[in-house]
């Protein structure tokens, strides 16, 4: 993922104080850290950000990133993607008390009991609902009342997309009081990069897929797929199912043709988006809510396919304009999309043409900040 552009920050002695609340911040990786982190790095004057987050396990402290302060909540581990934090509400008290303005990032069990719990003394709330709780569905009964509570009571929500806010049953009824802000790239910064030249190992079609090796990100139906695409698929990433993925693809035979690469720094994943053909998406749960690496792909002209989700994914990327879109769970339907890219080559420009051109619309840093300095701006004078 690119880096946040921090140069946007200037500091000033009128700031208003705003609170980015998530389970956890950077070093930690994950498509909201990452959002977290640009935000926070990139706001604007009068505006300046502080973040409270849990450590994936150990002693709480304090740190500074890029010049942005970070309390770190002591934590026993991680237990269905939520940090074991019994402290958090206690440290949110302490640290929202000069606050102006309390930026939550959900889904975040932690932030929702701490607000409830013990308030913000009379600073305005504001969450970013990233997706719905889809695999947890236990604990999700009784933690649903508390997210309602916790919604009544938020002044603004914001939304990454108008198709998650329609198939969303926690926001429709407060759907009066949500926005819908998109989520960004950095367009400047990838057109600036000099990214090196990856050794990818084959002079043939080359496939990306870029995320955590997770239950909802699909990757064993692509790899299903690739028994009848003849190119090379790289995985970038890393996660707790890569080892029964790698022996998927030696079961399927195509483990010589799927390259797994691990963790990749940005400046090797900008090579990797440019040495590709096509950017694929295979996620099969709506958790996958708007798929930010298909901005990333998008913006260097690659197109993509991605899967007909209830979410933000085929709203990013559009089916038969900026790549294709499939079904979730359908390798056959994968592998035909993908042929058919890599056989086209006008179709595959055309989209990635387009790719690019959908990108500098509604999905650039500058338009995300605007929007979202207008809520605070807007939360601010209420409150």
């Known amino acids: 993922m690119t880096a946040p552009d921090s140069d946007r920050r200037a500091g000033t002695t009128d700031a208003l104080d705003i609170l980015q609340v998530n389970k956890l911040y ?18 604007s004057d009068p505006y300046r950000a502080r973040v409270l987050a849990a450590r994936p396990r150990g002693i709480g402290r304090h740190e500074q990133h890029n010049g942005v302060d970070v309390t770190k909540v002591s934590s026993l581990g991680v237990a269905m993607s939520v940090p074991l934090a019994p402290t958090f509400p206690i440290r949110f008290r302490t640290v929202a008390r000069d606050a102006d303005i309390v930026h939550h990032h959900l889904p975040n069990p932690l932030s929702t ?13 504001v969450a970013t609902y990233h997706s719905d709780i889809v695999q947890q569905t236990g604990p999700l009964k009784f933690y649903k009342p508390l ?3 916790f919604l009544d009571q938020v002044d603004r929500i914001l939304v990454t997309s108008d198709r998650l806010l329609q198939h969303s049953d926690i926001l429709q009824p407060y759907e009066d009081k949500c926005e819908v802000v998109p989520l960004s790239v950095d367009i ?4 600036a990069e000099e990214p090196p030249e990856p050794d990818v190992g084959t002079d043939g079609p080359v496939l990306l897929f870029v995320g955590r090796l997770n239950d909802y990100k699909g990757v064993e139906y692509l790899i299903d797929a690739m028994e009848t695409i003849e190119a090379t698929l790289l995985i970038a990433g890393d996660g707790e199912r890569r080892t029964e993925l790698e022996q998927r693809a030696s079961d399927r035979g195509v483990a010589d043709r799927v390259k797994f690469l691990g963790y990749v720094s940005d400046a090797e994943l900008a090579g990797l988006y440019r040495s590709a053909d096509v950017f694929v998406l295979p996620s099969v749960e709506p958790s ?24 933000g994914v085929p709203w990013v990327s559009l089916d038969g304009e900026t790549g294709l879109t499939v079904p979730p769970r359908d390798s056959a339907a994968l592998a035909d999309a993908i042929t058919t890219l890599l056989e086209e080559e006008k179709r595959r420009e055309r989209y990635g043409r387009q790719a690019r ?4 619309r509604p999905f650039t840093r500058e338009r995300m900040f605007e929007r979202i300095e207008a809520v605070y701006e807007s939360v601010a004078t209420r409150s």
């Open 26 to 43: 950077y070093p930690e990786v994950g498509g909201i850290e990452h959002v977290v982190q640009v935000i926070s790095e990139g706001l």
């Open 288 to 311: 996958e809510a708007f798929g930010i690496v298909q901005l990333e792909a998008m913006a260097r002209r690659l197109p993509v396919v991605n899967t007909s989700l209830p979410s």
């Open 188 to 191: 400047g910064a990838i057109d």
């Open 147 to 149: 997210l309602h509570r």
């Open 113 to 125: 009991v701490a607000q409830l719990t013990t308030g913000t003394d009379g600073a305005a709330v």
């Open 357 to 360: 051109e959908r990108v500098e």
